[in-house]
Structures are given as C-alpha cells and as structure tokens.
C-alpha cells in the first residue's frame, strides 16, 4: 500500500488549494479515505473521510462549507479541495486508508500573509 500526497503550498488567508493523493497497491476503490491534518504543535485530527463510492462520510466542524473531499476511483485518486483558507488551517496535511492502516508521508499547507 503507498499513499503520496501532493498540491500543498504557502496560499493567502481566502485562498484555495487542492491537495490530491495518488493511492496504489491495493483496490482502491472498495476502502474508505480520510484526509488528515496536524497543525504545528497540535495532535493530528481528521478532517474528512469519503467512502468507495464518493459518498462523503465525515467533515470537521471547522472546516465544513470550505473543505470538499472527492475520488476518482478511475485514477486511484482522492482529493481535498480547500477553499476560504485561514491561517488555522496550516498543518501537515495526510492521506489515509484505515482498512490497512497506511499514511502518505504528508504535505504542507501554510496559510499565511
């Protein structure tokens, strides 16, 4: 199982990114995904989860009506699009697949002027 994440950055408060994760190794499209975060000093929390259908499963309170989390099971790929970032939203940003307990290695995000 790899996970690879990528598309983060230094982006302006308001700004918008998407970070994607390219998924390989196993069936991508029967498991459940999760993108999570640990800002700086912080504990890691999970921010969304999709299921294999592209159904979204679980979205943060904090980040809800702003984040969209999506699949492409064509491409092994799932996606955050983050928009209206704030400066809270800077953190490491990490793939998951819980089935097989595997993380990306992680990308930055850093929301700042």
């Known amino acids: 199982v790899q996970l690879v994440e990528s598309g983060g950055g230094l982006v302006q408060p308001g700004g918008s990114l998407r970070l994607s994760c390219a998924a390989s190794?196993?069936?991508?499209?029967?498991?459940?995904m999760r993108w999570y975060r640990q800002p700086p000093g912080k504990e890691r929390e999970l921010v969304a989860a999709?299921?294999?259908?592209?159904?979204?499963?679980d979205i943060a309170d904090s980040v809800k009506g702003r984040f969209t989390i999506s699949r492409d099971n064509d491409k092994n790929m799932v996606y955050l699009q983050m928009n209206s970032l704030k400066p809270e939203d800077t953190a490491v940003y990490y793939c998951?697949?819980?089935?097989?307990?595997?993380w990306g290695q992680g990308t930055q995000v850093t929301v700042s002027a």
């Open positions: 998951y697949v819980p089935t097989f307990d595997s």
């Open positions: 190794g196993f069936s991508f499209n029967y498991y459940i």
């Open positions: 999709i299921n294999g259908l592209g159904g979204t499963l």
